[in-house]
């Protein structure tokens, strides 16, 4: 079925999605996807590097929104932003010690 999208962020008159800027995009969509989680949500959901083109103020409110949604869904994110990871429960990475030896690495936040 076909969606059609209006978004209007604060302070700017209502346009086309390609004026948009890609953090604005971003937020577009990421706004899209847990509407559709009110109205169905999932046990889980993976998120790759969708916060990449957020500044610092729309990452808080990024993770505010899944803050709230993590009460019923489990949520992998792979992500670089630091921010992101600090609202992470576990967080699992890949290091290198050694030249040409990757060792997977995972932490449980208390």
Do not use: W
Not at 31 to 44: A, E, G, M, W
Not at 82 to 93: N, R, V
């Amino acid at each position: 079925a076909e969606i059609g999208i209006e978004a209007q962020p604060p302070g700017k008159r209502n346009t086309s999605l390609r004026l948009l800027s890609s953090g604005e995009k971003a937020l577009t969509a990421i706004s899209l996807l847990f509407s559709i989680y009110q109205v169905k949500p999932s046990p889980y959901c993976i998120l790759d590097e969708v916060d990449a083109p957020l500044d610092d103020v729309n990452i808080r409110k990024f993770t505010k929104v899944l803050s709230k949604f993590s009460s019923e869904t489990q949520f992998i994110i792979v992500t670089h932003n630091k921010l992101t990871m600090e609202i992470a429960d576990y967080m699992y990475g890949v290091t290198q010690e050694n030249k040409g030896v990757s060792k997977l690495v995972s932490v449980k936040f208390d």
